[in-house]
Nanobody, 121 residues
Framework: QVELVASGGGLVQAGGSLRLSCVAS????????MGWFRQAPGKQRELVAT???????TYSDFAKDRFTISRDGAKNTVYLQMNNLKPEDTAVHYC???????????????WGQGTQVTVSS
């Protein structure tokens, strides 16, 4: 089975922190780029941050000073540390992977299930 499993969402007060994790299934041998998108109610899905296999990270403007993306290449796991959360960060957060090589072939893009982040004021 080829999948990404996200976890770590929850309810937090404004100013608090959460750490999201996304683990790739064992059948996946390599991933080029991993990252996170989010989708708030009534809004389009938007990019949060990405990180390459070499560790190069990119962030959307709203994430630059508050969020940190990291990756454990050996475990094919990506993390998103979110600090100083704001009510406008409330959204379903989705992890994704680009350039996925697994035992049965290749996926150009693979999405995980969402994890809900809710920030109360």
């Amino acid at each position: 089975q080829v999948e990404l499993v996200a976890s770590g969402g929850g309810l937090v007060q404004a100013g608090g922190s959460l750490r999201l994790s996304c683990v790739a299934s064992a059948s996946i041998s390599s991933i080029n780029r991993m990252g996170w998108f989010r989708q708030a109610p009534g809004k389009q899905r938007e990019l949060v941050a990405t990180i390459t296999s070499g560790g190069s990270a990119t962030y959307s403007d709203f994430a630059k000073d508050r969020f940190t993306i990291s990756r454990d290449g050996a475990k094919n796991t990506v993390y998103l540390q979110m600090n100083n959360l704001k009510p406008e960060d409330t959204a379903v957060h989705y992890c994704y992977a680009e350039g996925v090589t697994y035992s049965g072939g290749f996926y150009s893009t693979l999405w995980g299930q969402g994890t809900q982040v809710t920030v109360s004021s």
